[in-house]
T-cell receptor, first 116, second 113 residues
Framework: DTGVSQDPRHKITKRGQNVTFRCDPI?????LYWYRQTLGQGPEFLTY????????KSRLLSDRFSAERPKGSFSTLEIQRTEQGDSAMYLC??????????????FGSGTQLSVL | GNSVTQMEGPVTLSEEAFLTINCTYT??????LFWYVQYPGEGLQLLLK?????DKGSNKGFEATYRKETTSFHLEKGSVQVSDSAVYFC????????????FGTGTRLTIIP
């Protein structure tokens, strides 16, 4: 169990550029979540996968955001045409999916995005 | 809508002091309640949870009791240590297969020796 890993740890980009983040969940965890955290706020839910199926998306996830989990293992989060308001910490979490509710989520350390 | 309100921080205490971090919630139905902790440079970790009214979650000397009548889930510890310095987040999750966690804004705790 190596934990949830996210890459890169930091990303600086210019407004209008596209960025992609990667998340590797704990192996054999079939649920994967993306959250966004801005300074001084708690994490906000973005989207959730059960294996490769994206089952829920927040209204926060505009058309410029897309997330995939093609083989039910790692996931990518892409932001197209970045805006300064996209600057935040993007958190990934995973869980085993063995319980219908109240499962423990394991969080990665996040990717800090700065849009200049 | 569903929301979590935490006491404003930051909170600074001396070692061995008693800690309370207040958390209240608004939710439809009967949510499960959680405290997550984020140590410097690390990801969020589940500290404790409670799934129904009057349940008490506990871990590492921390406790919180699910109070339905006051819609609260206050975090307490009798004697804090320097190593407890972190950001603490209260969160809720609605029942019936809802996967979304709703977090409070977090409370930064600093313990001075």
């Amino acid at each position: 169990d190596t934990g949830v890993s996210q890459d890169p740890r930091h990303k600086i980009t210019k407004r209008g550029q596209n960025v992609t983040f990667r998340c590797d969940p704990i192996s054999e965890h079939n649920r994967l979540y993306w959250y966004r955290q801005t300074l001084g706020q708690g994490p906000e839910f973005l989207t959730y996968f059960q294996n490769e199926a994206q089952l829920e998306k927040s209204r926060l996830l505009s058309d410029r955001f897309s997330a995939e989990r093609p083989k039910g293992s790692f996931s990518t989060l892409e932001i197209q045409r970045t805006e300064q308001g996209d600057s935040a910490m993007y958190l990934c979490a995973s869980s085993s999916g063995q319980s219908t509710t109240n499962e423990k989520l394991f969080f990665g350390s996040g990717t800090q995005l700065s849009v200049l | 809508g569903n929301s979590v309100t935490q006491m404003e921080g930051p909170v600074t205490l001396s070692e061995e002091a008693f800690l309370t971090i207040n958390c209240t919630y608004t939710a439809t139905g009967y949510p499960s309640l959680f405290w997550y902790v984020q140590y410097p440079g690390e990801g969020l970790q589940l500290l404790l949870k409670a799934t129904k009214a009057d349940d008490k979650g506990s871990n590492k000397g921390f406790e919180a009791t699910y109070r339905k009548e006051t819609t609260s889930f206050h975090l307490e510890k009798g004697s804090v240590q320097v190593s407890d310095s972190a950001v603490y987040f209260c969160a809720l999750r609605l029942p019936f297969g809802n996967e979304k966690l709703t977090f409070g804004t977090g409370t930064r705790l600093t313990i001075i020796p």
